[in-house]
């Protein structure tokens, strides 16, 4: 099975910082890397496929960067919105493991 | 718009077995993989299993193999999970999601959740 980690954990940022969140892979997954965006009590939401494409409706302070195994999540000047929980998954093949999660929070 | 309707959740006793469903609308289901996707109380979320749009694939996390099934009923929309011989780390949330029509896509619409919990 394909094993993903993140990191940091859980970083703290304030109101306009810039804020970034790496996934990485334990076996090449090319460009098959998807990033979820998960706020409490509610179900996740998809912010990038692919790697780098933003899902219809994402705000453009959301990036992806990535190929193989190391992949970037940036947010270019945070949100009060954007304070949720943060997740990679890989979709190259079944199981199609998730990443453990960065929660960011407010400094 | 496309909407998935999560069902069926709610307390079992270890060993029981358990139904979730899941109904779809606004899209033309048959054309798309399903998955369930589970989030047990503060955890991360786990991957649970998928199904072809045809209904002839599927793929199972090893956590759930050979206890649970899922299927679909492409006449009715809707989207299923059995659960057998269930255990107190199955208690979670549980998700339906549709995958993107790309081949390897992403979850892109996601149900609300059906609350698991599986205690005596």
């Known amino acids: 099975d394909i094993q993903m980690t993140q990191s940091p954990s859980s970083p703290s940022a304030s109101v306009g910082d810039r804020v970034t969140i790496t996934c990485r892979a334990n076996?090449?997954?090319?460009?098959?890397l998807n990033w979820y965006q998960q706020k409490p009590g509610k179900a996740p939401k998809l912010l990038i496929f692919a790697a780098s494409t933003l899902q219809t409706g994402v705000p453009s302070r959301f990036s992806g960067v990535g190929s193989g195994t190391d992949f970037t999540l940036t947010i270019s000047s945070l949100q009060p919105e954007d304070f949720a929980t943060y997740y990679c998954?890989?979709?190259?093949?079944?199981?199609?493991?998730f990443g453990p999660g960065t929660k960011v929070d407010i400094k | 718009q496309v909407q998935l309707v999560d069902s069926g959740g709610g307390v079992v006793q270890p060993g029981r077995s358990l139904r979730l469903s899941c109904a779809a609308s606004?899209?033309?289901?048959?054309?798309?993989?399903m998955h369930w996707v589970r989030q047990a109380p503060g955890k991360g979320l786990e991957w649970v299993t998928l199904i072809s749009n045809d209904g002839t694939r599927k793929y199972y996390a090893d956590s759930v193999q050979g206890r649970f099934t899922i299927s679909r009923d492409n006449s009715k929309n809707t989207l299923y999970l059995q659960m057998n011989t269930l255990r107190a780390e199955d208690t979670a949330v549980y998700y339906c999601?549709?995958?993107?029509?790309?081949?390897?896509?992403?979850?892109?619409?996601w149900g609300q959740g059906t609350l698991v919990t599986v205690s005596s």
């Open positions: 606004g899209f033309t289901f048959s054309d798309y993989t």
């Open positions: 999601a549709r995958q993107g029509g790309e081949v390897a896509g992403p979850c892109d619409y």
């Open positions: 076996l090449n997954i090319a460009n098959y």
């Open positions: 998954q890989q979709s190259l093949s079944a199981p199609f493991t």
